[in-house]
């Protein structure tokens, strides 16, 4: 079992813990910034440290209002980004295949470094997500859009209900571009199913 696994395991007992003593969850760390500018017809988004459950609903929330405000082409800058989790990869690779649904449009990985690209490979969803290995892609927007980002206004405030929905769905868009990834997260799926399940039962 491999140490992403682990990890999000470890915050899903978290959750349950916090769920049943009816106490608030809080994240351990703050989440990192996300910064967001567009340039031209392209929707920049640039993660400032590490790309986590944390943000992951602030970022989908983020695609989601410029798709539909017609935005079809995104860049996610990954150059101060030194890691991401299922959460976060899902969360991309949802948008990226709700885009490839559409018919139009595309997510772009610029400055991944080999850590973040190895697990884009493992996951195989390199051909899900157009990632630019040789760092050649947009050259002269990588120059301007330093000057053009700002924070994202998406709120980074969600209910415990909320991020399980949202973690679930994120596991969900891996399995969903690479089948071989059901095996992986199959536990995880289910914790999580039987999570929103109850949470929905006790609010009807």
Known sequence: MDCMVLRLRAWLLKLLHYKHHSLPFHPVTPPAPILVGKIGSIFWMRVEGKGSFQNSVQVKNCFQAMIDDGSRHF??????????????LGTLTGAALNLREMGEGEVSILNA??????LLRSLG??????????????PDERTQVRKELESCAQSLTTCN????AHVL???????????ENKNRFSDVIEFLEKEVRDKATAAA
């Open 169 to 179: 769905e994120a596991h969900e868009a891996l399995i969903k571009a690479n089948e």
């Open 125 to 138: 969803l390199d051909h899900i997500l157009e990632v630019d290995i040789e760092g050649t892609k947009l």
């Open 75 to 88: 860049v996610v800058d990954l150059e101060r980004c030194p890691i991401m989790d299922s959460t976060f």
């Open 113 to 118: 470094n080999t850590r973040n690209q190895q």
């Open 161 to 164: 209900n909320e991020q399980a």
